[in-house]
C-alpha cells in the first residue's frame, strides 16, 4: 500500500509499505479514507524526536472497515469508524478509569499508545491507505454511512477532544472568562470549545494575522502578543482581573515574546500572569520528557524554568495531559450529527496522499494558508 514514510527531518515521502494483516483475533482492518497531519507530527517532521527513517505517521484516522478478527463482536465489514490517536485496551485499570490516554497494556513500560508516533508503541500510522486497529471493540467510533460530515468527524480522532479536554483539565464553565494561548488547531478547538461549554469571553492568543483572524470569527476575542504583553492586553479587557481559566495550546515549542528564540516554558508562565488568584490552568499543548533541540541543557531533558512561586502565591490549580479521546469523542461526534458543532471550520486543506510531502513542508512553515490539512488515501490525484 502507499504510505507517508519519514525518511530524515524535513523529507516525507510515499513509498510502498507492507499490508497491515490482521495479526490478533480482536483486530480490525480499515481502510482509510481521511487522515490528518497534527501539529505533533511536526515534531518528528522537524527531528525533534528520535524518529527513526521508515515511520509511517498519522494518528489522526478515519475510514470504512474491511476486514474483522474473529473476535470482534460489535463491528462488521463496511462500518465507517473514526480511531481516537490513543491506542488503549479497554481493560487496564487507567482505562477502566477513563484514562485511555495512558493505557497501561498497550506500550509496556511506557503509559499509552497512539499510531505511527514515536515511542508509542508498534502501531503503524494511517497515513496510508489502510490501518490496522487493534483492540478494535473498544477503539472504533462508529459513524453514519456515507460521506456525510467526513472532514469534521476525522477530526474526533485528536484535535477536537484535545481542545475538549484542555477546558475539561480547566474545568471552564458557563459565565467564566477562558485565555487560550495559541491558535493552532488545538487552540481554536479549544476555544470553540470554551464557546460550546458556555463562556462569556474567550481570548485567543497568538501572532499569526489568519489564525486570529479565525478565531475571530467563532466569536472569541483575538490578541496578538506581538502588539504588547498579552497577560497585560487580557487584564484590561477583564477589569484588572485577568480571566478565570487559561489553557495552553502551544506547548514545548513556544517562542519569545520577540520571537527571536524558543522559551519553552513563556506560554505558562504567560498563563500564571493571565489567569486570575485561584483560576485553574489546563495544559494540553505537549511537553515532552526529551528534546535534543531545546534551547538549553534543562530543556533538552524536559526541566523548564516555571514561576513555581507566582503559581503558588495566586492558588492557582494545573491539569496536564494527553486527551483520553474516548471520554469525550461519542458526544461530539453527536453534536456534529445535530448541527450544534462544525470542527472543520479549522481545515485549510483537503489533498489527495501523494501531495503529503508539500503539504508538510507548507505546514512546517505556516506559509499559504496551511493549517489543518487532510488527507484523502482514496482521492485520486
Do not use: W
Not at 179 to 205: E, I, N, T
Not at 217 to 245: S, V, Y
Amino acid at each position: 500500500m502507499k504510505a507517508v514514510v519519514y525518511e530524515e527531518p524535513y523529507t516525507v515521502k510515499i513509498e510502498d509499505v507492507a499490508d497491515p494483516r490482521i495479526e490478533h483475533p480482536n483486530d480490525v482492518l480499515v481502510r482509510v479514507t481521511s487522515t490528518a497531519i497534527c501539529g505533533s507530527d511536526l515534531h518528528m517532521y522537524e527531528g525533534r524526536t528520535a524518529a527513526e527513517a521508515g515511520i509511517v505517521f498519522g494518528h489522526e484516522n478515519l475510514g470504512v472497515i474491511e476486514e474483522v478478527g474473529s473476535g470482534v463482536t460489535s463491528l462488521k465489514i463496511g462500518d465507517r469508524v473514526v480511531m481516537p490517536f490513543n491506542v488503549a485496551c479497554g481493560f487496564c485499570k487507567n482505562c477502566l478509569a477513563g484514562d485511555t490516554a495512558f493505557c497501561l497494556t498497550v506500550n509496556p513500560g511506557f503509559a499509552g499508545g497512539a499510531y505511527g508516533y514515536v515511542a508509542m508503541g508498534p502501531y503503524t500510522g494511517g497515513q496510508a491507505e489502510m490501518l490496522r486497529v487493534p483492540y478494535a471493540d473498544f477503539n472504533c467510533l462508529k459513524l453514519p454511512e456515507g460521506d456525510a460530515f467526513e472532514s469534521d468527524f476525522v477530526l474526533l480522532a485528536d484535535i477536537f477532544p484535545t481542545g475538549y479536554h484542555g477546558c475539561e483539565l480547566a474545568e471552564v464553565s458557563p459565565g467564566e472568562t477562558v485565555a487560550v494561548y495559541g491558535a493552532g488547531p488545538v487552540g481554536l478547538m479549544g476555544a470553540y470549545s470554551a464557546l460550546l461549554r458556555g463562556a462569556a469571553k474567550v481570548f485567543v492568543v497568538d501572532r499569526v494575522p489568519e489564525r486570529l483572524a479565525k478565531a475571530e470569527e467563532i466569536g472569541a476575542i483575538p490578541i496578538d502578543f506581538t502588539a504588547g504583553d498579552a497577560a497585560e492586553q487580557i487584564r484590561e479587557q477583564t477589569n484588572g482581573d485577568g480571566t478565570d481559566k487559561g489553557i495552553d495550546a502551544v506547548g514545548y515549542q513556544a517562542r519569545s515574546h520577540d520571537l527571536g528564540h524558543e522559551e519553552p516554558a513563556t506560554v505558562l508562565n504567560a498563563l500564571v500572569e493571565t489567569v486570575r488568584a485561584t483560576g485553574r490552568l489546563g495544559v494540553p499543548g505537549l511537553y515532552v520528557p526529551s528534546d535534543p533541540g531545546a534551547p538549553n541543557e534543562n530543556a533538552r531533558h524536559g526541566q523548564l524554568l516555571v514561576s513555581i512561586g507566582k503559581l503558588f502565591e495566586k492558588g492557582q490549580r494545573v491539569g496536564t495531559g494527553q486527551a483520553n479521546v474516548k471520554k469525550y469523542n461519542r458526544q461530539l461526534r453527536d453534536l456534529i450529527i445535530a448541527g450544534r458543532a462544525k470542527p472543520s471550520f479549522v481545515v485549510s486543506h483537503e489533498l489527495p496522499l501523494d501531495q503529503a510531502p508539500m503539504a508538510y513542508q507548507k505546514f512546517d512553515k505556516r506559509i499559504d494558508g496551511y493549517t489543518k490539512v487532510v488527507l484523502h488515501p482514496q482521492l485520486a490525484a
